[in-house]
């Protein structure tokens, strides 16, 4: 069986072929850290650690770099805002997404660059797009001459006469034609910069990841992922900027996952429903996130709502119940039993299952049906009078292998008294603030990993049951 990938460039599915045997070459462009990570944020960081754990699961020995973005007008905006500057706020912001991803089962990238520290790099992509005649100086900016780049719009599946319908020069913008992006700005007073060959500026958002690839992975990588609002222009333009320096194709497949809605709506500042990584996991099992996450086939839109991640922890506590059910069992097994191989049959059945789900374009929402016919069959066999330690360990490992290729653990949650310290500290401060939900919910988590508190006189207590 041949893992297939629905490539955004062709628009159909393609079986996979590494541009090296037995390895993979992937890229996805990660956030810009100006604040907490938002749940859309969130969902390209599960779905490609997934697809990641995959190719690995699958034995390709895989090369994995996602980028932070460090300096742009976002982050500008935000030092102003907060009286720091651009280095403090997007050093404090890194480490808050290594926290929530780590949170949400998400493995840390080979290389994480940043475009501060890439900045030689940059500049030197920049000079050779000049020399090359596909990109121009202009009072102290650079632009890149986007008419000059033949197949430009494939990815996107526009042409360029589309794309010059409504496109305009902006106030302050030097450039010869209304569709040409910029490479390097020039610095406005007060602002970070950087000393380049036309003056001091700073990088345009999409040379980053050009440069990037170019240095971590090579001119040609296998995929290049990323949200779907990310195909244009910020991909686009990479290609572009790539295929125009290289001369060699830039990415073999795009991967872009759908949008997020809150309540049925379109996720949005001005609508008032962004809604934080780092809020969600205060209330709720970041584990269920990220199932809810891989709950959707990944291209597909999806709709998040506080009823639906409730829902989706009970459907996370059926399986988990299946396997605890499994490791109780196992130590009152008996022998080899008559059905002992037309089980194991039926447990090697279901894994062929998922991994043909999975490599259908990594559609993890047919892979965790599988899981509850994984569920299913294990509850039907408890069911015997007797059972076969083997085929009891086999379902065991099952679970345990499935739910690790899909980034969640299986094992029942422990935590030091340091973390149920915590965790009361924070429920006394949900029962002042009267977030009675939030109390109730933190008292549940800790009820169901057997710790019993004690709401006294002199404070709140706790022991393990």
Known sequence: MAIKIYNTLTRQKEEFKPLE????????????????IHIGNARPAIVFDTVRRYFGYRGY????????????????????????????ISDRFINAYYEDVSALG???????PRVMENMGIIIEFIETLIEKGYAYESEGDVYYRTRKFDTYGKLSHQSI??????????????????????????????????DSPWGKGRPGWHIECSAMVKKYLGDTIDIHAGGQDLAFPHHENEIAQSEALTGKPFANYWMHNGYI?????????????????????????????????????????????????????ASLDRLKTSYQNLKHRK???????????????????????????????????????????????ANYYLMEKNTDKEVIQAFIDEFKDLFHVL???????????????????????????RNFQLSDEIRDRLKSMNIILEDTPQGTRWKRG
């Not at 010059?164 to 569709?179: C, N, P, S, T, Y």
């Open 331 to 377: 130590s009152s097994s008996d022998g080899l039993t008559e059905n002992n191989q037309e089980w194991l049959q039926k447990i090697n059945r279901i894994h062929e299952e998922f991994i043909q789900e999975m490599d259908d374009d990594f559609n993890t929402a047919n892979a965790i049906s599988v899981l509850f016919e994984l569920s299913r069959q």
């Open 106 to 112: 998400c493995k840390k990238a080979d290389a994480h």
């Open 161 to 194: 006469d589309e794309l010059r319908v409504g496109a305009r020069i902006e106030v302050g913008e030097k450039k010869q034609d209304a569709l040409d992006f910029a490479l390097w700005k020039a610095a406005k007073i007060g602002e970070i910069s950087w």
């Open 21 to 36: 045997e037995g390895k993979v070459k992937m890229y996805v462009c990660g956030p810009t850290v100006y604040n907490y």
């Open 407 to 433: 980034g969640l653990s299986i094992e029942e949650e422990t935590l030091v008294d340091e973390e149920i310290e915590k965790l009361i500290q924070q429920r006394i401060q949900a029962r002042k603030d």
């Open 61 to 88: 020995d895989i090369q994995f770099v996602s980028n932070f973005t460090d300096v742009d007008d976002k982050l500008i905006r935000a030092a102003k805002e907060m009286g720091e500057d651009v280095p403090t």
């Open 261 to 313: 809605n809150i309540d049925n709506e379109k996720m949005s500042k001005s609508l008032g429903n962004f809604v934080l990584v780092h809020d969600i996991i205060q209330k709720h099992d970041p584990q269920v996130l990220r199932f809810f996450m891989l709950s959707v086939h990944y291209r597909h839109p999806i709709n998040y709502s506080e009823e639906l991640l409730v829902n989706m922890k």
